[in-house]
């Protein structure tokens, strides 16, 4: 049982090497390609600008930023630990008893609270 | 073995854990938390709680992160990418040596319940959640919808001071 | 020395891994062969997705060349075969540049994260009976976990790209990815219900009946919420060339842009082995204990067919849609799904926890009632309330109106 667990995650944490390890080599033979001469490297201030439509870039690259996105990173936040929470009890539910069940509808319940708050006030729309 | 594997993890946790301070851009900043928590994640699997190194990465990696790089991008930050204020440093130092102190007394406290290695079946883990403690799991979801409530109030007050 | 693979072993199933291990064996110590097999595995998943994008992008553009009556590429090799090599090769020997004031270290890692984190979804995906790269206790919450690192690497690209539009670009993105995270993580509640297990090999063998019949709406929302999640149409607002000209990766070019292509159309393929294994029972089949992979592949292209149909189909959403339809419209189906599984399992489970064929079958008649009754309900919640008297113009036109507003004169 251990011996299977360590099988399994080295060679996860061998495939996480191999995984980073294939995109950085194709960045690397690119890099060498351009050191022999068969890809140009021949930056130039003009080409290296931002691209805006073809104007030369006015500002920086930060600008006005909509609250939005945040509302909405919270609110992922806030549901996302809900529902992770119930995985154990969903991996295991087919043995448990009907207290779980209740349980589950009373946690599932307050999540929808949640959402339909969420929802009441406006926190769902992109405006 | 795991010794080896932990110092490893424990020095990339550490290494994400200066970079969070020691540099000047914010989001390097998010980034090097990142790692700190991904290492966390790695810590997490050699102690055979698989569930809760995929939660660290699903929630801590995935989610928490969003949430401080939304937050930096809503700031002006960018305007002062260079400047950080190391004026609470005292503070700082204070609260981590703290925080240092109290985790050392419960580690020193809690000593003799450790136990061998031992993989935990995700079965005992649901049992242990639903029956003995059903009513932290329920508390749980209430303090979350409190933190959801609180995060829109916050909001919308926000908005119509603006 | 010997080595003998034991029957519940993942590399038991397949015979070249098994001879692998075994030849090895003969040589190496058991542990070291045990590995030598695993990167047999590793190499195929890599090939895998990488010659998947490949091919994945040549289907694409084919058919969609032929949905929308055009040819699609077609001068390079038979039917225009080659052409993602020849992208390739282009791209390749193409400049490389890298933006005044871009951000180096995030520039260059946000490509090699979302190509790894498009391979890293492959590794616990079963194609065959036992054979995994690992089948792990949470395997559904290992895909959901590096799909979800794809987020930071979008943001981590539109940042350092120190572009407004690249920013904006992945700001809009994150959203909605992380929008529809949270329907995507409820309904496979339900399909972890069902299976018992959070292992993709025993999803697979609780899979009696396929999961798209026993619960649609979960395999609906998952389709959708994918889609959304690989930036396809019609959720592509990240990449809505018409107004950010190309979401986070405008300042990508060379190599770098094709990683990021790569990952993404590779992205497609092993999120539809996901979906071929969530939903459609994966390796299984007739004779699935000697073609199971082939079956596989199969699947595999039925849900990548899928996937470029609906590219091909429907116009981009706006924003405010996007949104929509994943807090007020996927958000409750899945809730419904999760109640509805579970009271069905708790009624229909018999004493020992176990559910038979014939109990799926009760839940497909149930479940596909649910989902033809829901999804027009909740479709008509969020459906955009323009009555259709607000479209009409307010006068009739007379014709050489708008040449006379123009200030010209009708003759």
Request: glycine content about 8%.
């Amino acid at each position: 049982m251990l011996e299977d667990y360590f099988r399994q995650y080295g060679l996860i944490a061998i495939f996480i090497a191999i995984a980073v390890i294939v995109p950085t080599s194709m960045l690397t033979i690119s890099w060498l390609a351009s050191r022999i001469g068969i890809r140009p490297t021949n930056p130039t201030p003009v080409k290296q600008e931002t691209y805006e439509c073809g104007m030369e870039a006015i500002g920086g690259r930060w600008g006005q930023f909509n609250f939005r996105y945040y509302m909405y990173a919270v609110l992922f936040v806030v549901f996302d630990v809900e529902v992770i929470f119930l995985y154990p009890w969903a991996a295991k539910f087919l043995g448990l008893p009907l207290f779980a069940l209740i349980e589950m509808f009373v946690f599932v319940g307050i999540l929808l609270v949640a959402w339909a708050y969420a929802w009441r006030k406006g926190d769902l729309e992109w405006a | 073995m795991s010794w080896v594997l932990f110092i490893l993890l424990a020095v990339v946790t550490l290494v994400g854990g200066v970079g969070v301070v020691a540099t000047r851009n914010v989001v390097h900043a998010a980034l090097s938390l990142l790692v700190s928590l991904l290492a966390v994640a790695g810590i997490y699997l050699i102690l055979f709680a698989e569930f809760l190194a995929l939660v660290q990465v699903l929630i801590y990696g995935g989610a928490i992160i969003i949430v401080l790089l939304f937050a930096i991008m809503l700031t002006r930050s960018s305007e002062y990418p260079r400047i950080s204020d190391n004026r609470q440093w005292p503070i700082g130092l204070v609260a981590a040596v703290g925080l240092l102190a109290v985790l050392a007394a419960s580690f020193w406290i809690s000593q003799h319940q450790s136990a061998g290695p031992e993989s935990p079946a995700l079965g005992n883990l649901a049992n242990s959640l639903f029956t003995r403690w059903a009513i932290p799991f329920e508390v749980a979801s209430l303090v979350l919808l409190v933190a959801l409530i609180g995060a829109i109030i916050i909001a919308r007050t926000g908005e119509d001071e603006g | 020395m010997n080595c003998v693979l034991a029957e519940d072993n993942i590399l038991h199933g397949t015979p070249l891994l098994r001879w692998v291990y075994e030849l090895a064996g003969l040589f190496l110590p058991c542990w070291l062969s045990y590995f030598i097999a695993g990167f047999v595995i590793m190499f195929i998943l890599v090939n895998a997705v990488l010659l998947g994008a490949a091919v994945f992008v040549w289907t694409e553009r084919r058919l969609v060349g032929r949905l929308q009556n055009r040819v699609g590429p077609n001068r390079w090799g038979p039917f225009g075969m080659f052409q993602p090599i020849a992208d390739l090769l282009k791209l390749i020997v193409k400049e490389d540049l890298i933006p005044q004031g871009a951000d180096k270290i995030a520039f260059v890692a946000a490509p090699i994260i979302m190509v790894a984190t498009a391979i890293l979804m492959l590794a616990v995906v079963p194609f065959a009976k036992n054979t995994a790269l690992a089948d792990l206790n949470v395997g559904v919450l290992y895909v959901l976990a590096v799909t979800s690192l794809t987020s930071v690497a979008i943001l981590m690209a539109g940042w350092s790209s120190n572009n407004r539009y690249a920013l904006f670009g992945a700001a809009r993105g994150v959203a909605v990815l992380i929008s529809y995270e949270v329907p995507v993580v409820l309904c496979l509640l339900g399909v972890v219900i069902v299976a018992g297990s959070m292992s993709l090999a025993d999803v697979v063998t609780a899979q009696a009946v396929p999961f798209i019949l026993v619960q649609p709406l979960a395999m609906f929302v998952f389709v959708a919420g994918t889609s959304a999640e690989l930036n396809r149409t019609p959720f592509d607002v990240a990449e809505a060339e018409s107004e950010l000209i190309a979401g986070y990766h405008i300042e990508y070019s060379g190599i770098k842009f094709g990683l990021i292509q790569a990952a993404e159309f590779g992205g497609v393929v092993t999120a539809s082995a996901v979906i071929a294994t969530l939903f459609l029972s994966g390796w299984a089949g007739p004779a699935s204990n000697y073609i199971g992979w082939l079956w596989l592949l199969i699947k595999i292209g039925v849900v990548a067919f899928l996937f470029i149909w609906i590219r091909a189909t429907f116009p981009r959403l706006r924003i405010d849609q996007i949104m929509a339809f994943a807090w007020k419209f996927l958000m409750p189906l899945s809730f419904i799904n999760l109640m509805a599984v579970s009271l069905e399992v708790y009624f229909l489970r018999d004493s020992s926890g176990a559910l038979t064929t014939t109990d799926l079958w009760i839940m497909t008649v149930i479940n596909l009632v649910v989902f033809a009754v829901c999804i027009p309900l909740f479709g008509s919640l969020i459906r955009d309330k323009v009555r259709p008297a607000q479209l009409q113009p307010t006068a009739r036109a007379t014709p050489g109106a708008t040449v006379q507003q123009a200030g010209g004169e009708v003759t």
